[in-house]
């Protein structure tokens, strides 16, 4: 028995080390986006840190932004950097604040094409710790450095655990609770997306940038049933200019060109290229 249980911890170990090895090799030639769901927000990590004195339009966004304007086919004078719903605004943030370290924003557009239901998403135990953490909690870009970021990080060490390269390279996720998550106090924005919509419009600002709020492509049957709930929260927080022509922005399509969920495209191909118009 004594034998059995060494040779299992010996296997474990080696077995452990040579994942870990594995994954430091993902990460260092930047591969890891192959290894884990929605690895493609990896790609718009990557270009965060490369120059680009060509593009005049920057796109951040989320998992529909991405499907508009997919960060591989977008690198020219319009340049996507878009993500996904779980990364909430303030990966948005921290990816920006990435690309204004070697780039020069002055006079250049960025563009926030945003579902109106992601501005509800809060972080959450599963998609924080796979869409945030593990991209995101590392000395790049340092979010622990952020009130609004720290505070609700109630268990530091287990965030740091996301950081393993065994961790980064896979869809592991957790199972023991390291976040403050908190209950929804307004009908259409979180506070963690106020704080880091805030947080993206004073940096745009700093940095001599065009901020303009987009919204993604909506299904016709969805029109008119988000308006109210955004003029209240907008109107009650002072964000109005921020939001000005977000509504005016929202092109809508036959239900029939979205997924199951109505949300998602069901075909991507098939919509015409540069929907708004940039």
Not at 156 to 161: D, F, G, Q, V, Y
Request: proline share 6%; glycine share 6%.
């Amino acid at each position: 028995m004594k034998s059995f249980l060494i040779k299992s911890g010996v296997f474990l170990v080696v077995a452990f080390l040579f994942l870990n090895g594995v994954g430091w090799l993902l990460l260092r030639f930047n591969a890891q986006g192959h290894a884990v769901e929605n690895g493609f927000i990896y790609d718009s990590i990557a270009k965060s840190r490369q120059k680009w004195p060509d593009s005049e339009v920057f796109i951040l966004g989320d998992s529909v932004a991405t499907q508009m304007y997919p960060p591989k086919d977008y690198s020219g004078r319009i340049n996507s950097l878009s993500m996904v719903n779980p990364c909430t605004l303030a990966g948005q943030y921290f990816l920006l604040k990435r690309l204004a370290e070697g780039n020069d924003l002055r006079g250049k557009k960025i563009i926030l094409a945003i579902t109106p239901a992601t501005f509800g998403m809060d972080f959450s135990h599963k998609g924080t710790f796979h869409y945030v953490l593990k991209p995101f909690y590392n000395a790049e870009f340092s979010p622990w450095k952020e009130k609004a970021f720290k505070t609700r990080i109630t268990n530091p060490s287990l965030a740091i655990l996301s950081q393993l390269p065994i961790v980064r390279c896979s869809n592991w996720i957790s199972p023991i609770p390291y976040l403050n998550e908190v209950q929804p106090n307004r009908t259409f924005i979180s506070d963690i997306n106020h704080e880091y919509l805030l947080k993206i419009k004073s940096l745009v600002d700093e940095e001599g940038g065009i901020l303009e709020l987009s919204c993604t492509v909506q299904p016709e049957s969805k029109r008119g049933t988000f308006e109210e709930k955004m003029k209240s929260d907008v109107e009650a927080m002072g964000l109005g200019k921020i939001f000005h022509g977000y509504l005016e922005s929202a092109i809508y399509f036959p239900d029939s060109f979205f997924g199951s969920d109505n949300v998602h495209l069901d075909n991507p191909k098939a919509a015409p290229q540069n929907l708004l118009n940039l």
